[in-house]
Structures are given as structure tokens and as C-alpha cells.
């Protein structure tokens, strides 16, 4: 079955950097994109970033242009979130997720913090 496992999430100060890792299984990887989501306390479930196939192409959300990058690892099933310059309101559970119609997957998030 399909499986995602998020890790990397920590408590950051301002401007601090953290890289996100999701490991998939039970799929054929290579064959879907891959997406990060992430989730603030009260707020709704939001799409962070996006990464094709080959990772040719890659989509953000205006919020982190600039300061996150999303990569993959085909060979490794593994798909990344690097996010630099790190602000208070990017505090969130931070999902991976595989849409493979009709179904949506996803992991069961990592806790980003970032405060001094």
C-alpha cells in the first residue's frame, strides 16, 4: 500500500534553515508528482510546493518563493523540501502528499516550529 514518511521538521529560529524529507513506497514513484503541503494551527490545509515526474518542473506558493525549494530523488523515492530564511508564520505540520485519482495520500506530517 502506499506509504509516505515525513521527517526533518524541528524547532528553527528566524532565518534558520531545515531540509524536509518524505520516503514513498508501494508506488511506482517516478510516475506521479509529488507535493508538500502544510497545516497552521486554525488555519486550513495549504499547498506549499510542487515537483513534476522528472522534477523538470516545480510550482510555489507566492508565500515561499525565493526561500523554499522542493527536489526529488527518483532512485531513492525521496522527495525533499529545503526551506532557507525561515519565518515565524511558516509554523505549521508540514504533509507530503500523492494525489493518484480518485485517492489523495499522505504522511502523517512533521512539526516545523520556527521561533527564537
Known amino acids: 500500500q502506499v506509504q509516505l514518511v515525513e521527517s526533518g521538521g524541528g524547532l528553527v529560529q528566524p532565518g534558520g534553515s531545515l531540509r524536509l524529507s518524505c520516503i514513498a513506497s508501494?508506488?511506482?514513484?517516478?510516475?506521479?508528482?509529488m507535493s508538500w503541503y502544510r497545516q497552521a494551527p486554525g488555519k486550513e490545509r495549504e499547498l506549499v510546493a510542487s515537483i513534476s515526474r522528472t522534477g523538470g518542473r516545480r510550482n510555489y506558493a507566492d508565500s515561499v518563493k525565493g526561500r523554499f525549494t522542493i527536489s526529488r530523488d527518483n532512485a531513492k523515492m525521496t522527495v525533499y523540501l529545503q526551506m532557507n530564511s525561515l519565518k515565524p508564520e511558516d509554523t505549521a505540520v508540514y504533509y507530503c502528499?500523492?494525489?493518484?485519482?480518485?485517492?489523495?495520500?499522505w504522511g502523517q506530517g512533521t512539526q516545523v516550529t520556527v521561533s527564537s
Open positions: 502528499n500523492v494525489k493518484q485519482p480518485p485517492r489523495d495520500y
Open positions: 508501494g508506488f511506482t514513484f517516478s510516475n506521479y508528482a
